[in-house]
């Protein structure tokens, strides 16, 4: 296959923390590189909030920390995002709005019986994600620390704050302000509301300083041009239930929310054994870097090193600044070394 | 009259900044206090976008800085509050979505028409405003500078800068997203599309810092019920055309955009020559205080004085802490002392 081949993992009916049911799990995955002999070289990456396997290689080739010649690398769809179980893809009686209440917790633990159940893989050199996948690494570090010896979390959080879930109450808000939406029994996308996203996504993810700085015009005409072809389309095409599904469960995430843990939020961080870099960028509106500073003053061996750059929520991410993605790197490859 | 009553000031057919004609535009405003004799004790004080005059009370009082007892205080509602010259109160052919495009310049030049005409005011003692008032004060300072004595202004900008403009870009595209709103000819107020508006302003105007420090609780029971009780109801009521007419306006604001000034933004800076206090608020959003402070850089008597609140873009506004609406208070007073 090729790195951008998807494979499908298909699993028995599960329970889902939230208790109900999922009939036929399936997670979506792309593998880069080979598995040692002795499986002791599988670093874990999944996506994030409406991103596929494939935005993931942009940390990910020859020369790189993420080095497909030296590791295994798997590339997991979080649930609902339309290739592992969504709304979307999901049949009659959980398809569409019906589709249950997803957890971060859900997605750890399906993702750890695929490594175990396709691969045998038992211990994680290195688990990265951005955004959501940064609570995905999170809660990896925090429910398997036996099986993790390193994490780096990328502009993301342990928990969401009180703050982000209204920023994401805002754009389930917008998204369901469109009539089409229907209740989540839309004929046609709601386009409308769709692009109402993408427009508040263009407000929210980039700072005032990458805009104050004139950052988007090397990338368009105008601020309007903009946001109208960067932006306003950006979740044309995308299926609204995955999107409201993904934000809900980034909505209730919460690394504490774990029967191991019981909501104490500090015991959660300080199960996080394994050496740890956060990542937060110093622009970032809705994961600003206070919030990760809080969270690493309880984790054993954590370090915060905050990406001092203009592109808020998107600093170190593909197609962004390229000095802010080396820094990231940097990063990787010293967790791999420690671990190694 | 009452202070919270309102009169009307109607003007002859008007030629609009952007070339349009308002055929009789009316400001609505509120007095409080009684004007000198020697008309020396005027103080000018906008209202702000969604607000009316109403509104303004909270930093006016016996004992407060702006004193009925001294001050003669004008409270004058924006062009598209639905009390002035407004998209809901205007006749055909320039009523709903053919309201004319409103320039900050407009709403200045008819306030300077009637103090003027009504009351034979001249000069300010001082102009003060709050956001969208803030934008006004800066134009009135630059605009007539010879008229004005002593400008405040509340967690606004000198212009609407490209964060600002993609901001409110992504209210207008919430709000829109609504089919209810149908091009601005609406039955119906676009009721879904309101309430995202109210959404979108829970996660806009207060800062990530007010959420983590639990402020939010001290006025409802969860993060839920506040943006509900709060926030998503906040809209409701107004009407869609005058929000998007007022939306507009800020949109488009610039200082510079004066005949006097042809854009040159320093010059326009330069021109404000009374003493001037500009107040952001430090976790403000979508007025975050690096624009203020590059604003101050270039005016000639002006002190930038960062409000140190968790309140975000409502820090000193009313409802929000005392502690904060005592900094402005402090600072009106200065400047009227200054300026006596």
């Given at each position: 296959?090729?790195?951008?081949?998807?494979?499908?993992?298909?699993?028995?009916?599960?329970?889902?923390?939230?208790?109900?049911?999922?009939?036929?799990?399936?997670?979506?995955?792309?593998?880069?590189?080979?598995?040692?002999?002795?499986?002791?070289?599988?670093?874990?990456?999944?996506?994030?909030?409406?991103?596929?396997?494939?935005?993931?290689?942009?940390?990910?080739?020859?020369?790189?920390?993420?080095?497909?010649?030296?590791?295994?690398?798997?590339?997991?769809?979080?649930?609902?995002?339309?290739?592992?179980?969504?709304?979307?893809?999901?049949?009659?009686?959980?398809?569409?709005?019906?589709?249950?209440?997803?957890?971060?917790?859900?997605?750890?633990?399906?993702?750890?019986?695929?490594?175990?159940?396709?691969?045998?893989?038992?211990?994680?050199?290195?688990?990265?994600?951005?955004?959501?996948?940064?609570?995905?690494?999170?809660?990896?570090?925090?429910?398997?620390?036996?099986?993790?010896?390193?994490?780096?979390?990328?502009?993301?959080?342990?928990?969401?704050?009180?703050?982000?879930?209204?920023?994401?109450?805002?754009?389930?808000?917008?998204?369901?302000?469109?009539?089409?939406?229907?209740?989540?029994?839309?004929?046609?996308?709601?386009?409308?509301?769709?692009r109402a996203l993408g427009h508040a996504y263009a407000a929210w993810a980039m700072?005032?300083?990458f805009y104050?700085?004139?950052l988007h015009l090397?990338q368009a005409a105008s601020v309007d041009d903009y946001v109208a072809r960067r932006w306003a389309g950006n979740f044309i095409?995308?299926?609204?239930?995955?999107?409201?599904?993904?934000?809900?469960?980034?909505?209730?995430?919460?690394?504490?929310?774990?029967?191991?843990?019981?909501?104490?939020?500090?015991?959660?961080?300080?199960?996080?054994?394994?050496?740890?870099?956060?990542?937060?960028?110093?622009?970032?509106?809705?994961?600003?870097?206070?919030?990760?500073?809080?969270?690493?003053?309880?984790?054993?061996?954590?370090?915060?090193?905050?990406?001092?750059?203009?592109?808020?929520?998107?600093?170190?991410?593909?197609?962004?600044?390229?000095?802010?993605?080396?820094?990231?790197?940097?990063?990787?490859?010293?967790?791999?070394?420690?671990?190694?």
């Open positions: 296959m090729t790195p951008l081949d998807c494979q499908r993992h298909e699993f028995p009916p599960t329970r889902l923390h939230g208790g109900d049911v999922l009939e036929r799990p399936v997670l979506a995955f792309a593998t880069h590189g080979s598995l040692s002999p002795a499986r002791d070289n599988a670093i874990l990456f999944p996506t994030w909030f409406g991103s596929t396997h494939h935005n993931n290689t942009w940390l990910i080739g020859p020369g790189r920390a993420l080095d497909p010649s030296r590791y295994f690398i798997v590339c997991v769809n979080l649930l609902g995002n339309g290739l592992s179980s969504s709304p979307s893809n999901t049949p009659s009686p959980h398809d569409g709005p019906r589709f249950p209440a997803i957890h971060v917790l859900d997605n750890v633990r399906l993702q750890r019986r695929l490594l175990r159940e396709r691969f045998g893989i038992g211990t994680l050199r290195l688990v990265v994600g951005r955004s959501m996948g940064a609570q995905a690494a999170f809660q990896w570090a925090a429910s398997y620390p036996s099986e993790v010896r390193g994490m780096l979390a990328l502009c993301g959080s342990a928990r969401t704050t009180p703050h982000n879930q209204v920023f994401l109450a805002s754009l389930a808000a917008a998204l369901k302000a469109d009539q089409g939406w229907r209740g989540g029994d839309y004929a046609e996308p709601p386009m409308a509301g769709l700072s005032p300083e104050r700085r004139g090397e095409g995308r299926d609204a239930n995955d999107l409201l599904s993904m934000m809900s469960t980034w909505q209730r995430a919460d690394l504490s929310d774990d029967p191991a843990f019981l909501g104490d939020w500090k015991a959660a961080l300080r199960a996080i054994a394994c050496p740890a870099i956060v990542m937060p960028s110093r622009t970032d509106m809705y994961f600003p870097p206070e919030d990760s500073a809080a969270a690493v003053e309880h984790m054993p061996d954590a370090e915060l090193r905050v990406i001092e750059s203009a592109w808020g929520h998107r600093a170190g991410s593909p197609g962004s600044d390229p000095a802010d993605v080396a820094v990231v790197d940097g990063a990787l490859r010293e967790l791999l070394r420690r671990s190694g």
